[in-house]
């Protein structure tokens, strides 16, 4: 069936260093994609969002890039702080009456 | 204004033992899902309902049924439940409920243990 994964489980950044975690789908009628950031304990929370329709959008230190042609997605994030430490879940919905299918996540890890 | 409020944090519970997770928001979100998040699966979704008095099943729906009898209130019940069913539990709600889908806001989760 069709999903959404990330190529990279971890990732160890140095603060002040940028941070990019990428996420592949294979889902070509998908035209909607969220990033979410999850603290441990705590429920996911929205980051950022972009539509098949763009190819780039930033929002404050962070920027995600939709790559249609090979279906990949990433999400950069300008100058890594510690309150960055969490783990990534890009997730991806198609037009329709269908629910957001998540992929497994990414752990980022800021080394002080 | 609270979001989304889910009980309770955290339960220990009996096999074959019958329990209720609830959520509610208070942002008269039309949709609400309902997540299961085990180490090494990411979120996967249980059920969920599009507006009030209408649900439908997600990816892992066996073992579970929910309700939407209005729009804040979306009970998660485990009728029997087994071991497998340890897991964190979240809710979340989303505006629009169809296309296009709307970004979702979760709560804090329920932590669920089962013996």
Sequence with gaps: G??????????????????????????????????????????????????????????????????????????????????????????????GNTPLVFGKGTRLSVIA | IAGITQAPTSQILAAGRRMTLRCTQDMRHNAMYWYRQDLGLGLRLIHYSNTAGTTGKGEVPDGYSVSRANTDDFPLTLASAVPSQTSVYFCASSDSGGAPVDTQYFGPGTRLTVL
Excluded at chain 1, 10 to 15: F, K
Excluded at chain 1, 60 to 74: A, D
């Design chain 1, 2 to 95: 069709e999903s959404v994964g990330l190529h990279l489980p971890t990732l160890s950044v140095q603060e002040g260093d940028n941070s990019i975690i990428n996420c592949a789908y294979s889902n070509s009628a998908s035209d909607y994609f969220i990033w979410y950031k999850q603290e441990s304990g705590k429920g996911p929370q929205f980051i950022i969002d972009i539509r098949s329709n763009m190819d780039k959008r930033q929002g404050q230190r962070v920027t995600v890039l939709l790559n249609k042609t090979v279906k990949h997605l990433s999400l950069q994030i300008a100058a890594t702080q510690p309150g960055d430490s969490a783990v990534y879940f890009c997730a991806e919905n198609m037009a």
